[in-house]
């Protein structure tokens, strides 16, 4: 398998997770076909959280790494590209905005609401996640910086951080639009958080929204 093809399209990991949420989508819009208060929305919400799981489960095994070199190859092999990634925060915003829909609308099926709570929570975690993977690729890309590698994040008491290290630089910035204990010393990843941080703010009015909603009963 070219492993080049994430500069090209995207890594094999993505294009199978791109397989995985049609497949299921369509399988479920098969299954349901006729039945009462049916949406097709509904239909890739299903697929979206059923895929997003499967993605997130399969990192595991990689995020349990933490030797420098290896962290590096599999940054190059997994990271999204720039078009990618800018495809990934499109994407989510539409299925915040769709699962908000689905229970502002009303009429959907049963399970509606915990569809819902459960794609925004899957949603969160999967573009933060993706947000890490690619942090960790700018830093272990080719410089000169830390160990022959381009570096980019001051991290207090490590000179070679792992992907949890990249997971609570993304999921704090994701959280709160800031940094908290780590410095940012280069232009690329200070342009992509900035990025990251209006995409967590249209997914938090999203988040907002939907919280109002609850609330208000409907």
């Not at 076909?33 to 959280?49: N, Y």
């Not at 905005?97 to 959907?108: H, I, N, R, S």
């Amino acid at each position: 398998m070219d492993l080049n093809l994430g500069n090209r399209i995207a890594p094999p990991r993505f294009l199978a997770y791109a397989i995985a949420l049609i497949a299921v989508a369509v399988w479920v819009a098969m299954h349901t076909r006729g039945a009462a208060h049916d949406l097709p929305l509904a239909h890739f919400l299903i697929g979206f959280d059923v895929a997003t799981f499967l993605f997130l489960a399969s990192l595991m095994p990689m995020l349990r790494t933490h030797d420098a070199k290896r962290i590096a190859e599999h940054a190059a092999r997994n990271d999204a590209n720039r078009a990618v990634l800018l495809g990934i925060t499109v994407a989510i915003s539409i299925v915040v905005l769709g699962a908000v829909t689905l229970v502002v609308a009303g009429g959907g099926p049963d399970y509606s609401k915990p569809l819902v709570i459960a794609t925004l929570a899957l949603a969160w975690l999967f573009a933060n996640t993706v947000y890490a993977l690619h942090y960790a690729h700018i830093y272990y890309s080719t410089g000169e910086s830390r160990g022959g590698y381009a570096g980019g994040l001051d991290i207090p008491s490590t000179r070679e951080p792992d992907y949890f290290d990249f997971l609570h630089f993304s999921l704090i910035l994701g959280m709160t639009f800031q940094t908290a204990d780590i410095d940012i010393t280069c232009p690329a990843i200070r342009r992509v958080s900035t990025g990251q941080c209006l995409a967590a703010f249209v997914f938090n009015i999203g988040i907002l929204s939907f919280s109002i909603n609850m609330i208000a009963g409907k």
